[in-house]
């Protein structure tokens, strides 16, 4: 990046194996958000005087809640201020990691866990594609050691990784041999590879693969023709009639042994283990981070389970978390990690190193913004400055350690072989190793202990990535931020926007969750981390209360332009200087940052159309199943973000159309704003034409219904001009005009 000084170096008298730079513009940022908050006051002071002289009950109604609306505004605009007073860029130097480590003995183990949930969702060769990437790091392979946890319980994800075990011992060597950068074996056949006899062969035995993985799927059972060794039935035959998938014991498979195992060309195998824990419908299972404390429940469930698990039969000080979906994209990662890890002048409470998510696939103007740069790019960058970034669920590297209670006092787990200092010197396929692995992996295993709270990601939140980063920064731990010049990791998107809002719906709860917990970042946050830290963790906690601001004005000017209220200042007015200093300064500095960080302008529009389409659907619809939650009623569960491609709707996404399908009720909001903004919009231009009005007085009224309407376009395309399956359904348009019709009829008969 460009616009960055103050370089500082790491090192004791030899070449540096990182450097830090502060951003050239961070001056400018800190005077911009003292001008800026300047302006919200005067605007509140103008929302007061103006409450005050209001003449009616709609005309003071409507005026207070735009008070409201920007107080939220600015409450979550200067939470945002805290990711631009200190941001950083970072660089590394791994060619200088000889100077540090001498062989590869030296080099530190590495336990990777990846999580997987539903084969029909996740589809198992896309899990197999990820490990295969991480397997293939360059690394000495028999330091690396991957475990797949399927909370799905399915043998069909065990047999794909049987597959996955036999093609490895020929895809590893050849990646080695062929130095190749893309070591995901779909992305490497789908890219412009270098043809030759090798080439062809090693592609043959992954279609072979891929054939056997996909037709095990279709038919939804095991084909005896593809297992042939005894202790592959063995493993399968755990499936008996009574396996279920919210019932059945713990499965572990080893499927490649370091020690045991040797590739095509008689080099040492990373270790691969298949991780199901048990399930019991007597049990809860918490979800995501649990499965890594044992492996630990449901997502934290499964990850503390993976934590327990690779304890007791690897304990490698280095462990790296990966979605299903996120596979390598850069060979040399680790070399990355270790140029913050084995520096000398390493901060000893340095807990965890994260990646940006990058994803594949985006279409050109990237239309349901998955590419979230503020999230993945801008603000870790800005908390790097601070304490570090928060996790972000997937391409982290964690210091074992850290899981353990705070930097100066370690939390001493109840049995020796699941400290972070146990030594395990037993082969990973010993009876004894297994049955001790089996046993943490119980679904009892954690009743009266300290896992999930005070060891181990945490639990308490559907959102385990951003709870776990909390209580660990809380608890003194340290992060930086890594972005190598080459993607580290590359991941799928989802290509619906039933999709996209359902899993950012379930991100708001989440938060919420932490927000609104005795643990609060504007309580705890503000104590245990500094007020910049915490304003950053409140950023994320509250950012589904955008909805509140982002909901009125999708609404009320509107209803103000149809029954005539006039509720902004005059053009002539001095105070509408002040509206279009804060529209147009803010958006104008959220554009630039976009730009700086890689985006383009079309990407950005598509960034600020989908917070708009968020905040009267996933944002709104969060926050009130969170209030839901709280008063004791029954809510939805956990969903899996699917994962499976369908042909038409790929299509569609390629060519940037709005994928809508399903007839959701958060698409019965989003569609009544589009109605009301672009009703009131030609409702405003005829009134004005016909000298009704003057453009004048509505200027600003005029604005925001037009703006909202030109980012509304998929919308009305959806439900007057497609007729695809991914049109709005008839029966929400039909419901959403309904409601808009009566929401103008009571809004009309208060005006009176």
């Not at 074996?185 to 035995?205: G, Q």
């Not at 755990?238 to 490649?256: A, C, E, G, S």
């Not at 340095?350 to 990058?358: A, D, V």
């Not at 399956?725 to 009309?748: D, M």
């Amino acid at each position: 990046m460009k616009g960055s000084v103050e370089k500082i170096t790491i090192g004791h008298g030899h070449p540096p194996l990182n450097t830090v730079k502060f951003h050239r513009r961070t001056p400018l940022n800190r005077m911009f958000a003292v001008v800026y908050f300047g302006g919200a006051l005067a605007l509140f002071y103008h929302h007061t005087c103006t409450l005050f002289n209001s003449t009616t009950i709609s005309s003071f109604l409507i005026r207070f809640s735009f008070l409201i609306a920007d107080i939220v505004l600015v409450f979550l605009w200067s939470t945002a201020q805290s990711f631009r007073m200190r941001p950083v860029i970072r660089r590394e130097f791994p060619k200088n990691l000889k100077l540090v480590l001498q062989n590869s003995n030296e080099f530190p183990r590495l336990d990777v866990f990846i999580c997987t949930a539903d084969p029909y969702k996740e589809p198992p060769l896309g899990v197999v594609n990820t490990a295969l990437s991480v397997m293939a790091y360059e690394y000495p392979t028999e330091k690396i050691s991957v475990y797949v946890s399927d909370d799905g319980g399915s043998k069909l994800t065990l047999f794909a990784f049987m597959e996955a075990a036999k093609f490895a011992s020929h895809w590893l060597p050849f990646c080695r041999k062929k130095k190749i950068e893309e070591r995901c074996p779909e992305a490497y056949f789908r890219s412009n590879y270098a043809y030759c006899s090798e080439t062809e062969d090693i592609k043959i035995k992954y279609e072979g693969m891929k054939q056997r993985i996909e037709t095990t799927m279709e038919r939804g059972k095991v084909g005896d023709e593809y297992v042939s060794k005894e202790e592959e039935r063995e493993a399968l035959r755990k499936w008996t009639h009574k396996f279920t998938r919210q019932d059945h014991p713990t499965v572990i498979q080893v499927l490649l042994e370091s020690g045991e195992d040797k590739d095509s060309c008689d080099s040492l195998m990373p270790n691969l283990i298949y991780v199901s824990r048990q399930k019991s419908i007597t049990s809860p299972h918490h979800f995501k981070a649990g499965a890594l404390n044992t492996l630990g429940l449901s997502f934290t469930l499964v990850y503390i389970l993976k934590l327990r698990v690779s304890a007791i039969m690897t304990n490698s000080p280095i462990i790296l978390t990966l979605d299903c979906d996120m596979y390598s994209n850069n060979a040399r990662t680790l070399q990355h990690v270790l140029c913050y890890i084995c520096d000398p002048a390493m901060d000893p409470k340095l807990g965890y190193i994260q990646f940006p998510q990058r994803f594949h696939g985006l279409n050109k103007n990237d239309i349901y913004a998955s590419e979230i740069i503020p999230l993945f790019l801008s603000n870790p960058a800005g908390m790097d400055g601070l304490a570090g970034p928060s996790y972000v669920g997937t391409g982290c590297f964690f210091c074992r350690r850290a899981f353990f209670g705070p930097p100066s006092s370690m939390v001493v787990p109840e049995i020796p072989e699941l400290s972070p200092d146990h030594l395990v010197n037993k082969p990973i396929s010993c009876q004894e190793v297994l049955a001790l692995a089996n046993n943490v992996a119980g679904c009892n295993y954690e009743e009266d202990s300290n896992w999930g709270y005070e060891m181990g990601f945490r639990y308490g939140s559907l959102v385990e990535d951003y709870n776990t980063s909390y209580h660990l920064q809380c608890e003194g731990w340290r992060s930086r931020f890594c972005q190598p010049d080459r993607e580290a990791f590359l991941g799928d998107v989802p290509i619906t926007l039933n999709d996209v809002l359902n899993q950012c719906k379930r991100w708001s709860i989440g938060l919420f969750e932490v927000g609104f917990s005795k643990y609060s970042p504007v309580t705890l946050g503000v104590i245990a981390l500094g007020p910049l830290m915490a304003l950053s963790y409140a950023h994320y906690a509250f950012l589904a209360i955008w909805s509140l601001p982002i909901t009125i004005y999708g609404f009320l000017p509107q209803l103000a332009l149809l029954i005539n209220l006039p509720i902004f200042p005059k053009v002539s007015d001095p105070w509408f200087i002040l509206y279009a200093f804060l529209f147009m300064s803010s958006y104008t500095q959220d554009y630039i940052e976009f730009v700086l960080a890689g985006g383009t302008l079309q990407r950005w529009w598509s960034e600020q159309r989908m917070w708009l389409i968020k905040g009267v659907t996933s944002y709104l619809f969060g926050s009130v199943e969170f209030s839901l939650k709280c008063l004791g009623f029954p809510t939805l569960g956990f969903n899996v973000t699917s994962k499976v491609v369908d042909d038409e709707q790929g299509k569609r996404y390629e060519q940037g159309v709005f994928e809508f399908g399903v007839a959701s009720t958060m698409f019965v909001p989003l569609t009544m704003a589009a109605m009301i903004n672009l009703v009131s919009f030609f409702h405003g231009v005829i009134e004005i034409s016909r000298g009704r009005r003057r453009i004048e007085e509505w200027f600003i009224g005029m604005f925001i219904a037009g703006f909202v309407t030109m980012n509304c376009w998929p919308i009305y395309e959806a439900m007057f001009l497609r007729k695809d399956k991914g049109r709005i359904p008839t029966k929400t348009t039909i419901i959403s005009t309904v409601l808009v019709f009566a929401l103008y009829t009571v809004a009309s008969f208060n005006s009176l």
